[in-house]
Every structure is written in C-alpha cells, then in structure tokens.
Nanobody
Framework: QVQLVESGGGLAQPGGSLRLSCAAS????????MGWYRQAPGKQRELVAV???????VYADSVKGRFTISRDNAKNTAYLQMNSLKPEDTAVYYC?????????WGQGTQVTVSS
C-alpha cells in the first residue's frame, strides 16, 4: 500500500500561483501513475493531471497551459504547479497513486481562488 500526504493549498488571487506537493510513503516502487484530481462543491471529482512512471503526462483541457505536473522520484514526491489561477479552479485537490494492486488517495487540500 501507499500513503499520500498533500500540502501547499491555500488562498490565491486570480492570476496568481500555488504549488501543491504530494509525498508518498510505503510501497512507492510499485507506483505506476500519480495524479491530481479536484472536487468543487456540488460537483463530481475530476481529473486535473496525471504523470506516469515514464514521465508521460495528461492534463484536463481546462488546465492545459496553466498547470504543470511533475515528480521527484528521489523525494517520492509529486507536484502540481498552478499558474494563472482562476476562480473556477477553487476546489479540494486530491493526490492519487495507482499501482498493480492499489489505488490510494490523499486527504485533500483546499485551493481557493478569490480576490
């Protein structure tokens, strides 16, 4: 199993930036894909970005060109750099890690974009 702890959420102004971090522990060598998802009030959880063990990335259309996902294997950490933030990016952001036998989620971190 893999345990995930997110950090870096908070309040940002429209047009501002935040960086989220997701620290993984446990069976980290079995992680195939890490990703970020978000859930806004009254909406379903949706994919934001994922990165594979081979560093292939996939982004939601709504964040392309503004968000960047990356991972530091030496630190067992994934990051989500969020630039040009918009009010509609407001949500709880969840880190996810998937492997052959598990699908783990972090506890979530709140991101609020407001002036």
């Amino acid at each position: 199993q893999v345990q995930l702890v997110e950090s870096g959420g908070g309040l940002a102004q429209p047009g501002g930036s935040l960086r989220l971090s997701c620290a993984a522990s446990g069976s980290i060598f079995s992680i195939n894909v890490m990703g970020w998802y978000r859930q806004a009030p009254g909406k379903q959880r949706e994919l934001v970005a994922v990165i594979t063990s081979g560093d292939m990335t996939v982004y939601a259309d709504s964040v392309k060109g503004r968000f960047t996902i990356s991972r530091d294997n030496a630190k067992n950490t994934a990051y989500l750099q969020m630039n040009s933030l918009k009010p509609e990016d407001t949500a709880v952001y969840y880190c996810n890690a998937r492997g052959g036998s598990f699908n783990s989620w972090g506890q979530g971190t709140q991101v609020t974009v407001s002036s």
